[in-house]
């Protein structure tokens, strides 16, 4: 009689992937489930991972990426085949665009008939679809290769400058099985995937040298110092010098606004006057007017400091340089001051204060308004006034005039706290943001949004009530995208082409799923209503009633929509 057979235990790719996630920290996935996916959802969850169910993939993605923002760790979003994946490649973009770390795992079809193009449910070659789009892309097409493609994913998402990462899983692959002990050996806990980058003595020598002769310096920080977490570092180096900073939106709060060396109320000024600037994880794109004339003196000189060298003479010459990841390098700046001292000419200081104190006086002439209806600037102040009290609120923003105003009027005292529409000023992060941060962080979160932009994530309400995130969304509703009094200019009925409906009790939406709605109509039940919403810590969305004839149309980015002679030029 021959030996019995003892066959060794077996697992399969859903397994592995749960295992190998876990393996490396991922303790949260934000997905919609589906085909081939919904048991990888279920399991995760089942394993101990938390799993955050959406209802609209490019909000998982938004979640996903935000938090990967946040944590300097990959967020996961989990997508179904074809048009599941496509949703969630919105995000997958935006958040390479924005340079944050997060993987899209989606499950996808046969490939033999996807190849042969003979029409499968949900047919699609999403590897190929999402590689422009990524900042890398794999496929795991066997179990025993989990394993390998969710570290590749990890290193390529977080090393360098950040970006999204497509990873793609075959219904098969998740299927398939393979022993036990090939599969724990197949796995990998990955060491060290993003490398600080100290950057050359050289490359720090040169740009103080630069700096030690300016007359007019000045440091943008960029959202790349935020996430960076250098923030000891750059304050010790902008207090030692005393060179006035400017932030970019998402780096508010890295020196507090109402910092004495911040520049932010003499933007304009400072980019036109300054002499020697220095990037700090700044890009010059068109946020910055690509560093061109006129906003920008032609003679101006720059320092640039960034991890992804292909960056630099990107948009302008950078005079110096700097390779290297910022905490290194903020930190190699502030070690070679006492060699390279940097004075700053005191009549600098005090034309920007000058220019400073002007711009705010302004502010304040417009603050005084107080229009009926309300305008943006005295709703987004009653924001600002509920929010002055709680300074551990993330701050999420978008819109256009409701992205503009609230930008430089409510101030940041913390670093990463304030998640807008980013580089490519997008609308629909809003809902997948707040989620995002309020699951990564367990704080609460404001959403500041216009009602346009609300509406393209406004179903994500629900999944904030099911999870009773404490989120409370405001909506400056003025009845439009830009503004709510738009004519039709042709023969028929229908509404003008940016109207929307500026009667929607947007309040009532959120009543629907148990959270609470308010409805105002003055800055002063406005204020009140965002205080007791905060105190409740639960669900809740404030419908502010705006003039539709408040705002501008595109915001500040007039220049960048073009006219026909319908309308007039800009
Ligand atoms: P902002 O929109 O705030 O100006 P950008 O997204 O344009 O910021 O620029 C961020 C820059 O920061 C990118 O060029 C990116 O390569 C860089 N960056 C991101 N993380 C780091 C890091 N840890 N060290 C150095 N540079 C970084
Ligand atoms: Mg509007």
Not at 30 to 54: C, H, K, M, N, S
Not at 452 to 467: K, L, N, Q, V
Not at 480 to 495: A, H, K, L, Q, S
Not at 522 to 532: F, H, I, M, N, Y
Request: proline share 6%; glycine share 10%; hydrophobic share 45%.
């Amino acid at each position: 009689m021959s030996e019995p057979q003892i066959k060794p235990a077996a697992t399969d790719g859903f397994h592995l992937v749960v295992k190998a996630l876990l393996a490396n920290r991922i303790d949260t996935i934000y997905g919609v489930a589906g085909i081939p996916i919904t048991d990888l959802a279920r399991l995760a969850q089942a394993e101990g991972i938390r799993y955050i169910g959406f209802r609209h993939e490019q909000s998982a993605g938004n979640a996903a990426a935000i938090s990967g923002y946040l944590r300097q760790w990959p967020g996961v979003c989990l997508t179904v085949s074809a048009p599941g994946f496509l949703n969630g490649l919105v995000a997958l973009a935006n958040a390479t665009t924005n340079g944050f770390p997060m993987i899209q795992i989606s499950g996808s079809s046969d490939r033999a008939i996807i190849d042969l193009q003979q029409g499968d449910y949900e047919e699609l070659d999403q590897l190929n679809a999402a590689r422009p789009y990524a900042k890398a892309a794999f496929r795991v097409n066997r179990a025993e290769d989990v394993g390998v493609g969710v570290a590749r994913a990890i290193r390529a998402t977080l090393s360098g400058r950040p970006g999204g990462v497509y990873l793609d899983i075959t219904a098969a692959a998740l299927a398939s099985t393979t022993d036990e002990a090939t599969a724990q050996q197949s796995l990998i806990e990955v060491v060290d995937p993003a490398p600080a980058r100290a950057p050359s003595a050289q490359s720090v020598e040169r740009a103080l040298t630069l700096l030690a002769g300016a007359q007019r310096p000045l440091v943008i920080l960029g959202k790349g110092a935020a996430y960076s977490r250098a923030e000891g570092a750059i304050r010790g180096f902008i207090e030692q010098t005393g060179v006035p900073f400017l932030p970019m939106s998402m780096a508010k709060g890295i020196l507090e606004d109402d910092h004495p060396l911040c520049a932010a109320a003499a933007r304009s000024f400072v980019l036109a006057q300054a002499d020697v600037v220095m990037l700090v994880g700044a890009r010059l794109n068109w946020l910055l007017g690509h560093g061109r004339s006129p906003q920008w003196s032609a003679q101006a000189k720059f320092i640039q400091i960034d991890i992804e060298p292909t960056e630099f003479d990107s948009n302008r010459a950078i005079a110096a340089p700097i390779a290297g990841d910022i905490a290194s390098s903020m930190q190699a700046l502030l070690a070679g001051l006492p060699a390279r001292p940097v004075h700053v000419p005191p009549a600098w200081i005090e034309l920007v204060s000058s220019h400073r104190q002007h711009n705010e006086a302004h502010m304040a002439d417009l603050l005084r308004a107080n229009p009926v209806p309300m305008n943006f600037h005295c709703a987004l102040a009653a924001v600002r006034d509920a929010l002055a009290q709680r300074p551990d609120v993330y701050v999420v923003n978008e819109g256009a005039n409701t992205l503009d105003v609230a930008r430089n009027l409510i101030g940041m005292k913390a670093p990463r706290l304030r998640l807008d529409a980013g580089t490519w000023g997008v609308m629909g992060v809003g809902m997948g943001y707040s989620i995002g941060a309020a699951v990564t962080s367990g704080k609460p979160v404001v959403a500041i949004e216009g009602d346009s932009a609300f509406g393209f994530s406004g179903m994500e309400i629900e999944t904030i009530c099911r999870y009773r995130l404490p989120v409370v969304i405001v909506i400056l509703n003025n009845g439009g995208i830009y503004r709510g009094d738009d004519i039709n200019r042709g023969p028929g009925t229908d509404p003008g082409a940016t109207t929307l409906m500026a009667s929607a009790r947007y309040d009532r939406m959120i009543e629907a799923f148990g959270g609470v709605g308010y409805h105002v109509e003055r800055p002063e039940a406005l204020k009140a209503a965002l205080e007791a919403a905060l105190a409740a810590g639960t669900p809740a969305l404030i419908n502010c009633v705006i003039d539709p004839h408040a705002g501008t149309e595109s915001g500040h980015l007039k220049n960048l929509n073009p006219k026909s002679a319908l309308t007039g030029a800009n």
